[in-house]
């Protein structure tokens, strides 16, 4: 299998905390940087979270990503409606040579 | 302001070749890597490949899915990077987007093109 390990769905209510978990193995987050992208309904994918743990301006500080060994995570706190998207993480793999996506995580907002 | 706008989408046969193109503008490609990454309808994120700057010698570097049939390449003079796709298949159908690389370390996709549709139909 030669993507991360992404939970399919994740829900929660408004001002909720949710996180999704990205799993993987030793040549990819263990040895690299997770990287998180925010898809929202009909747009382009964005950057959300680099480096494990860093905001980008303009991302606001409800997202926060953390990463330990082989697995890394996404916190939103404060659920709004329109954090309503998919959630892709990513991470270099050093044994093939190559950027390895998670399947995605699908984010609703009850 | 970083612009990437992608070109060349369009329905085509299996078997059958397309070649996408990437303009840039807000800023010069040559100090960036480029990447290729594309999402099949309804589908996730598949990395594509990748175009290094010159200060690794523009080396290229692909999917195994995509590698001998694929092929990225740049022309810095015209800020533009292209995606030439050959012996096409049925799951080569996405939307292909152009990305512009962080320049630093660690690397991560810092700018997406609203990407482009390619069909791959008989």
């Known amino acids: 299998q030669s993507v991360l390990t992404q939970p399919p769905s994740a829900s929660g209510t408004p001002g909720q905390r949710v996180t999704i978990s990205c799993s993987g193995i030793s040549s990819n987050i263990g040895s690299n940087a997770v990287n998180w992208y925010q898809q929202l309904p009909g747009a382009a994918p964005r950057l959300l979270i680099c480096?494990?743990?860093q905001r980008p301006s303009g991302v606001p500080d409800r997202f926060s990503g953390s990463k330990s060994g082989t697995s890394a995570s996404l916190a939103i706190s404060g659920l709004q409606s329109e954090d309503e998207a998919d959630y892709f993480c990513a991470a270099w793999d050093d044994s093939l040579n190559a950027v390895l996506f998670g399947g995605g995580t699908k984010l609703t907002v009850l | 302001e970083v612009q990437l706008v992608e070109s060349g989408g369009g329905l085509v046969q299996p078997g059958g070749s397309l070649r996408l193109s990437c303009a840039a503008s807000g800023f010069s490609i040559s100090d960036h890597y480029m990447d290729w990454v594309r999402q099949p309808p309804g589908k996730g994120l598949e990395w594509v490949g990748r175009t290094r700057n010159r200060a690794k010698s523009y080396t290229t570097a692909y999917a195994a899915s995509v590698k001998g049939r694929f092929t990225i390449s740049r022309d810095d003079s015209k800020n533009s990077v292209s995606l030439q796709m050959n012996s096409l298949k049925t799951e080569d159908t996405a939307v292909y987007y152009c990305i512009r690389v962080h320049s630093g370390t660690p690397k991560y996709f810092q700018h997406w093109g609203q990407g482009t549709l390619v069909t791959v139909s008989s």
């Open positions: 480096c494990n743990d």
